[in-house]
C-alpha cells in the first residue's frame, strides 16, 4: 500500500475531544482508544518537524499547511526550480475543474511535484528535509493549530485517565515560541519564516490570525487586531489575483 510522509494541519485531536463531548458516557471508551494515537502525531511534531532556536514546527511542502496556494509562499518556492518536464509523466488533475485564474502555474505545480519526490526519495527522512530539503517554512497557522490541539490533548488526557499536564506545558512553549519566533511588531501581526534563510515573509495571510485562538495569547497582541489595520491577504491565490481580500 503506498503512503506519504506529507502531512495536514494538527486539527484531529480537536476533532476528537468534540466528538468526544457529544458522546456521553461513550465517550470515555472513545478518548481512551483514540488518546494515546493523537498523542503520537504530536509527540512526532516534537520530535522530527520542530527546527530553529525556537522549536517550531517546519511545513517542507505547501500542501502540509492547510493553504496550499498561499502568498506566503511565493518567496520560498520560487527559489526551487520548476521543470515543466515533469509534466511528461505527471498529469494535473486540477485542469478539469478549475479554471486557470484559481489554480497555480504550471510552474508553482511543477514546483509542488519536485518537492514531493525529493521527500520520497529520501524515504521521507525527515533529519534529512530539515537539513537539505528546498522548501522549509515555519508557519504561524500550523504551529498555532499544534498549540491548539495540546490543549485539546489536556482535555482527551484527563478523560482516558492520562496525565494532561504535559500538554498544557507544551501549548504554554508552543505560543511562547510563536510570539518570540513568529510575531512581527511592524506588520502587527504573526508571519511566516523561512526557515533556510532565518528571514520572515512580508506577506500578511489569514495564517496570521490563527493565534488568536490561542488562551496564552498575550492581551496586547490580541488587542492589536481589534484595531483598524491594513487589509490581510486571503491564503488562496485567487483571491489576490481577482483583487478581492480578505479583512481581519
Known amino acids: 500500500m503506498a503512503t506519504t510522509g506529507i502531512i495536514q494541519p494538527p486539527v ?3 476533532a476528537a475531544a468534540a466528538v468526544t463531548n457529544q458522546l456521553g458516557r461513550d465517550g470515555l471508551d472513545f ?10 502525531q504530536n509527540t512526532y511534531l516534537g520530535d522530527r518537524r520542530t527546527v530553529g532556536p525556537h522549536g517550531l514546527a517546519a511545513v517542507v511542502h505547501p500542501w502540509e499547511a492547510g493553504l496550499d496556494n498561499s502568498p506566503a509562499w511565493d518567496d520560498p518556492l520560487h527559489v526551487v526550480p520548476a521543470d515543466l518536464g515533469l509534466f511528461d509523466t505527471y498529469t494535473r488533475r486540477d485542469v478539469g475543474h478549475a ?5 497555480p502555474t504550471d510552474e508553482d505545480y511543477a514546483r509542488y511535484i519536485r518537492l514531493a519526490l525529493s521527500y520520497r526519495d529520501h524515504d521521507y527522512d525527515d533529519d534529512w528535509v530539515r537539513a537539505e530539503a528546498e522548501f522549509l517554512v515555519v508557519d504561524p497557522a500550523f504551529n498555532a493549530l499544534w498549540a491548539w490541539s495540546e490543549l485539546a ?4 488526557a484527563e478523560r482516558a485517565g492520562a496525565e494532561p499536564g504535559p500538554h498544557l506545558a507544551e501549548a504554554d512553549r508552543i505560543t511562547s515560541a510563536l510570539i518570540n519566533g513568529l510575531w512581527s511588531e511592524r506588520l502587527g501581526m504573526f508571519v511566516a519564516r523561512d526557515a533556510r534563510t532565518g528571514q520572515p515573509h512580508s506577506e500578511r495571510t489569514v495564517a496570521g490570525l490563527l493565534p488568536l485562538v490561542l488562551p496564552g495569547l498575550p492581551e496586547h497582541l490580541s488587542q492589536r487586531w481589534s484595531q483598524p489595520r491594513p487589509e490581510t491577504r486571503s491564503g488562496r491565490r485567487t483571491m489576490r489575483s481577482t483583487g478581492c481580500r480578505a479583512s481581519p
Open 31 to 40: 478518548a481512551r482508544r483514540i488518546y494515546p494515537l493523537l498523542a503520537a
Open 99 to 103: 479554471g486557470a485564474g484559481e489554480r
Open 12 to 14: 484531529h485531536a480537536l
Open 153 to 156: 490533548l489536556a482535555e482527551l
